[in-house]
């Protein structure tokens, strides 16, 4: 079974900065994107930016210049450094990662972690 374990939310002041991490657990053979999600309430789940085992990275454009996704593959963790946090950002914001569990047979799923709240206060 594959886990993500999810940590640093919290709360902070506009302006401010917020630094999550989610570290995979369990046995599989490798992940391929690993990525951040966020929601919130009322509102649909939206895509905050994504990395891939070779780090090329993509970002949602409310966050281009502020947010920084990264990973350390020897880890199995994806980080997300926040800057200039506004209260728009305000969200629970879930990792989620696309892993190749076994090769024979072929087993290829994709895992969400529990949620980390992030709350910014204007």
């Known amino acids: 079974q594959v886990q993500l374990v999810e940590s640093g939310g919290g709360l902070v002041q506009a302006g401010g900065s917020l630094r999550l991490s989610c570290a995979a657990s369990g046995s599989f053979q490798r992940i391929n994107t690993m990525g951040w999600y966020r929601q919130a309430p009322g509102n649909e789940r939206e895509l905050v930016a994504t990395t891939t085992s070779g780090f090329s990275t993509n970002y949602a454009d409310s966050v281009k210049g502020r947010f920084t996704i990264s990973r350390d593959n020897a880890k199995n963790t994806v980080y997300l450094q926040m800057h200039s946090l506004k209260p728009e950002d305000t969200a629970v914001y879930y990792c989620?990662?696309?892993?190749?569990?076994?090769?024979?047979?072929?087993?290829?799923?994709?895992?969400w972690g529990q949620g980390t709240q992030v709350t910014v206060s204007s």
């Open positions: 989620n990662a696309d892993v190749i569990v076994t090769t024979f047979p072929w087993y290829q799923n994709h895992y």
